[in-house]
C-alpha cells in the first residue's frame, strides 16, 4: 500500500529556528504539492513540482520558504527564519497529471509549531 | 475568479440522517470536482468526484450533485453514520491547464451524533 510520507510528524521550535520538512511522494507520481491548513485560511497551496521541476510557487513567503526537490524520491520545504505565525500543519501531497482526472495522494503531515 | 465557496462551515447531523454540503465556484472553465474527506490528525484523501458532464454521481452513500448553470455542486451523505464525522473538502480545478492544481473550498466540519 504505497503512501505518501512526511517527518518529522511533529516539530516545536523558537522563532528564528531553520525548519526543515521533508516528504517522500509515492513512487511514480510525477507532481508534488505542499499545502498549509489553519483553522483561519483553511487549505492553502505553497507550492508544486511537476516530474521535479517547481511550477508555482506564488502562494509561498518568499522571503523565508523555499520548496526544493533535490530527487525523485524527495521534496522539501523549509522555513528560515521561522516566525509564529508559520504555526500550522503542513501536507505534501503527490499525484499524477492526468486529462481525465486529477489525483492527489496527502500524506499525514507535519504540525509545527513555533513559539 | 479562481474561489471555491463552500458551506456550511460546520453541521450536526443524526445518525441515519442526510449530510448535505453546498459547494459554489466561479470559474467557468473547471472541469473537475473532487470532494477530499478528512479525519483529525491525517491528510486529506479523495472521496469522490464528478465531470461537469454528469450531473449527479453516486459512490455508495455518497452522491454528487452538479449544477452547472448555476456553477454550484454538492454531496450529499446518505444514511450518515458515526463513522462518516469528519472535515470535508470541496475542490475544483481545469484538467487541461498545464500544472493543473486544486482550489480548494474552506471545508465542512461534519459531526454525526450517535
Known amino acids: 500500500d504505497a503512501r505518501v510520507t512526511q517527518t518529522p510528524r511533529h516539530k516545536v521550535t523558537e522563532m528564528g529556528q531553520e525548519v526543515t520538512m521533508r516528504c517522500q511522494p509515492i513512487l511514480g507520481h510525477n507532481t508534488v504539492f505542499w499545502y498549509r491548513q489553519t483553522m483561519m485560511q483553511g487549505l492553502e497551496l505553497l507550492a508544486y513540482?511537476?516530474?521535479?521541476?517547481?511550477?508555482?510557487d506564488s502562494g509561498m513567503p518568499k522571503d523565508r520558504f523555499s520548496a526544493e526537490m533535490p530527487d525523485a524520491t524527495l521534496a522539501t520545504l523549509k522555513i528560515q527564519p521561522s516566525e509564529p505565525r508559520d504555526s500550522a500543519v503542513y501536507f505534501c501531497a503527490s499525484g499524477w497529471d492526468r486529462l481525465e482526472r486529477l489525483e492527489q495522494y496527502f500524506g499525514p503531515g507535519t504540525r509545527l509549531t513555533v513559539t | 475568479q479562481q474561489q471555491v465557496k463552500q458551506s456550511p462551515q460546520s453541521l450536526i447531523v443524526q445518525k441515519g440522517g442526510i449530510s448535505i454540503i453546498n459547494c459554489a465556484y466561479e470559474?467557468?472553465?473547471?472541469?473537475?470536482f473532487p470532494w477530499y474527506q478528512q479525519f483529525p490528525g491525517k491528510g486529506p484523501a479523495l472521496l469522490i468526484a464528478?465531470?461537469?458532464?454528469?450531473s449527479e454521481k453516486k459512490e455508495g452513500r455518497f452522491t454528487i450533485s452538479f449544477n452547472k448553470s448555476a456553477k454550484q455542486f454538492s454531496l450529499h451523505i446518505m444514511d450518515s453514520q458515526p463513522g462518516d464525522s469528519a472535515t470535508y473538502f470541496c475542490a475544483a480545478t481545469l484538467l487541461k491547464a498545464a500544472g493543473n492544481k486544486l482550489t480548494f473550498g474552506g471545508g465542512t466540519r461534519v459531526l454525526v451524533k450517535p
Open positions: 470559474n467557468t472553465a473547471f472541469d473537475y
Open positions: 513540482f511537476r516530474n521535479r521541476a517547481p511550477l508555482d
Open positions: 464528478i465531470r461537469p458532464d454528469v
